[in-house]
């Protein structure tokens, strides 16, 4: 399906004031009529120009239909009879065939995303495609149909995944998109919003079991069969680029453009949080300790080239080793030392 822009019908203003015109000229028609069949003048005239008159009076609404007005940033796409006719998409005043009816399968569905928000400002959880009869007027359907071409964020849910470990964490996405193609939107997929929001939870799943919670040893998340520092704490915008690209490429039939997908939200499920949180914690205190460890391992190596090259103190192997393991005890203890001094020899 290609979608056909229709550009050559902005002349609504103009047929509005022509329909207006032939609806004076009709009831005119219908006075006239009457008058000349009281005064006695010749009747066929008469009765013609009132017949015609009433007609046109009559059904000369249907007309009206074949008005249509967009702002900017909308599309309206038509059918006639059930055939694909154009769509609509600058903004405008536009005249089409008035039994032209326009389309749109999504109207009634509410994603939560800017756009489709309740009256109160709050916004909408998916909802049912039921809806309301449209009034013959087309006034209602017109509105309701139009296909918005603005740039819409989409928040899905927070969804509960297994990462590559095993380990279920929550991880929530804002994708940014707009319709591109108007056809393809419309009668490629049933429902292009619903389309978009089920390809949006069926990537995140696809591209978060690749990669761990945070950095591990010996996982691939690249699949070129090397073992990477991947992880979605530490590689977020990677991991976002490739949602997007894997959205995109599930959307692309429906004339859907992905422009940006960002990760909200991002945790350990409920259930292993706790655990999660003391193994950050015990891992961070190894990283210290060793740390510390190292530094003091310095410093009492520091410490004894000096004294040696300076000759301060000639040590031999036991009060070397007696030295270290005080320099030790008082560079790697949790609180401040409290030093003995010994008057005496240790011999």
Not at 88 to 117: E, I, M, R
Not at 131 to 144: D, F, Q, R, Y
Request: net charge neutral; glycine share 8%.
């Amino acid at each position: 399906m290609e979608e056909k822009v229709l550009k050559k019908n902005k002349n609504g203003m103009a047929m509005l004031l022509l329909f207006i015109l032939l609806y004076i000229a009709s009831i005119g028609a219908i006075i006239a009529g009457c008058i000349m069949v009281e005064s006695g003048v010749n009747k066929v005239p008469a009765i013609i120009l009132i017949v015609v008159g009433g007609v046109y009076a009559l059904v000369g609404w249907i007309f009206f239909l074949g008005l249509k007005v967009l702002k900017p940033q909308e599309a309206l796409v038509l059918t006639l009879f059930g055939k694909y006719v154009g769509t609509l998409k600058d903004d405008g005043f536009y005249y089409v065939n008035p039994f032209c009816v326009a389309v749109n399968p999504a109207a009634a569905t509410k994603l939560n995303q800017s756009g489709d928000v309740a009256g109160d400002g709050k916004k909408l959880d998916l909802a049912s495609m039921a809806g309301a009869a449209i009034s013959a007027s087309g006034s209602l359907e017109t509105t309701n149909k139009k296909v918005s071409l603005k740039i819409m964020t989409l928040n899905n849910s927070r969804q509960k995944i297994n990462d590559c470990l095993g380990n279920p964490i929550e991880i929530g996405i804002a994708v940014m998109w707009k319709v591109t193609d108007t056809a393809k939107a419309v009668f490629n997929v049933d429902n292009y919003k619903e389309y978009l929001s089920l390809q949006c939870d069926s990537a995140l799943r696809n591209i978060v079991r690749m990669y761990p919670y945070d950095v591990a040893e010996n996982v691939d998340t690249t699949g070129d069969g090397i073992a990477d520092e991947g992880s979605l704490r530490g590689s977020s915008e990677i991991v976002a680029e490739r949602i997007r690209k894997e959205i995109q490429s599930k959307v692309e039939n429906a004339g859907l453009e992905i422009i940006e997908a960002r990760i909200t939200y991002l945790a350990y499920a409920p259930e292993i949080a706790a655990v999660m949180l003391q193994r950050q914690q015990a891992s961070a205190i190894i990283d210290a300790r060793k740390m510390i460890v190292d530094g003091a391992v310095g410093m009492v190596e520091m410490a004894l080239d000096r004294l040696s090259e300076k000759q301060v103190v000639d040590l031999d192997e036991e009060r070397k080793a007696a030295m270290v393991s005080n320099l030790l005890v008082v560079l790697c203890g949790n609180k401040d030392a409290q030093p003995i001094v010994n008057s005496g020899s240790l011999y």
